[in-house]
């Protein structure tokens, strides 16, 4: 089911940040800042698949060029603590191609630019060569002021204000889902992305019955790592796949966030497991078995560790037959019916070990040659149960009054007892 992600954050001065930066950053390119006079080179970054910029109808020429368009951004904020732009973070259906995933996002920008008249800068980024290959997603900057012909004017105060700020980001929230969920209509996808809050879509699984759905969307967020951590990770990743070695987390952050994933992909296997167990238990019922029997199985099934490969090489009846043993029984022609009982089976079973001699000599005409003195199973048997009672030796110790007395009434409560009197 394709995931829905769209997430607003402001690039502040106050924050020490500059929007210079962040949009050569996202696009890969190279852009001097001329406010700070620092120049900010990523034309070596990777997994950029596509950079385009939206800018109204009436924007000036200047505008279709990154650095032109981000200086003037700049120099149009004369405070220090001035929001020099917003960032719009988006996630892409993997379900549909990259012409698609463009065109969409195409849209969203041009929506963008119509209701506020904003300039809008996008980078299209892939998925992270180590991370999920599903996490399509964009990064879309847009200006905090509109762009007429004579270049930057009045502020965007409808998503600054704290009363209507709120309201529009929910909307475009909207905007953003509907264009995705056509997008998944024109491939023949089914399944329709939901930008309501967790709680929302939550309360809405439940009412269509679907439990596994509401458990998902009932936890908390993951903690977000941040650039620096999240470089250090990585490096400590790829180095301990080199090596060869497990991968410790070498931040605070990173470490909650390695246990919370570990965490949840421990419960998927557990649930995983569980409904195994249960199909593998019924299956056995309706073949007949026993109760002690089926919950066997069942618990075979779960802890078999290829139970992956095997859903998809065979049938689970065919599964199930091999993990219950019970091909043997059927070769011999032998109906579940006719089969001897658990109690029988146990029997045998143990008769066989008896049998059996683990020691290091053989058997031969009821006497056994060993080259050391390992007794087998039956001779060990027979020495426990043959062994001599030993008698304990009481010293006639005179009892003092209390201890007569004790048992003169442990004796009186036996004989009241009806079970035991006779």
Request: with cysteine; net charge neutral; proline share 3%.
């Amino acid at each position: 089911m394709a995931s829905y992600h769209l997430s607003v954050k402001t690039i502040k001065r106050s924050a020490g940040r500059s929007v210079t930066a962040a949009a050569a950053y996202r696009a890969g390119e190279r852009i001097e800042c001329q406010r700070e006079g620092r120049l900010h080179d990523y034309t070596r970054k990777q997994g950029i698949e596509e950079t385009f910029i939206v800018a109204p109808e009436r924007a000036p020429a200047w505008a279709q060029d990154r650095s032109a368009l981000w200086n003037a951004a700049e120099a149009s904020e004369t405070r220090r603590n001035s929001v020099t732009g917003r960032e719009w973070e988006l996630a892409l259906p993997s379900e549909i191609g990259a012409a698609e995933r463009s065109r969409i996002v195409r849209d969203f920008a041009q929506e963008l630019v119509g209701r506020y008249g904003v300039a809008v800068d996008v980078a299209i980024h892939a998925p992270h060569r180590e991370g999920d290959q599903r996490n399509h997603h964009a990064h879309v900057l847009t200006t905090t002021r509109q762009l007429e012909p004579e270049g930057f004017t009045a502020k965007t105060r409808v998503l600054d204000s704290a009363k209507t700020g709120g309201v529009e980001i929910e909307q475009m929230r909207g905007v953003w889902a509907e264009l995705q969920n056509r997008a998944l209509e024109r491939v023949g996808e089914i399944e329709r992305v939901d930008h309501r809050s967790l709680e929302k879509q939550r309360e809405t699984a439940l009412d269509r019955g679907d439990e596994v759905r509401a458990e998902e969307l009932d936890r908390d967020p993951e903690l977000k790592l941040g650039p620096a951590a999240n470089s250090m990770e990585r490096r400590e990743k790829a180095s301990a796949a080199r090596e060869g070695r497990e991968y410790v987390p070498v931040t605070e952050r990173g470490a909650v966030v390695h246990a919370a994933r570990q965490a949840r992909e421990a419960f998927r296997d557990m649930r995983e497991r569980l409904d195994v167990a249960r199909e593998t238990y019924g299956l056995a019922r309706e073949e007949g078995q026993g109760r002690v029997s089926a919950g066997l199985a069942a618990l075979r099934a779960a802890a078999a560790k290829d139970r992956g490969s095997e859903r998809e090489t065979g049938d689970f009846r065919e599964r199930l037959v091999r993990i219950t043993g019970r091909g043997d029984a059927e070769r011999d022609g032998l109906e579940p019916e006719a089969e001897r009982t658990d109690r029988n089976r146990a029997q045998e079973r143990l008769r066989e070990t008896l049998g059996k001699d683990r020691g290091d000599g053989i058997e031969r005409d009821g006497n056994v040659e060993r080259d050391g003195d390992k007794p087998s199973i039956r001779e060990r048997l027979d020495a426990v149960l043959n062994k001599p009672r030993e008698r304990l030796d009481i010293e006639d110790k005179p009892k003092k009054g209390r201890e007569v007395e004790n048992e003169r009434e442990i004796d009186r409560e036996v004989d009241r007892d009806r079970g035991l009197s006779h």
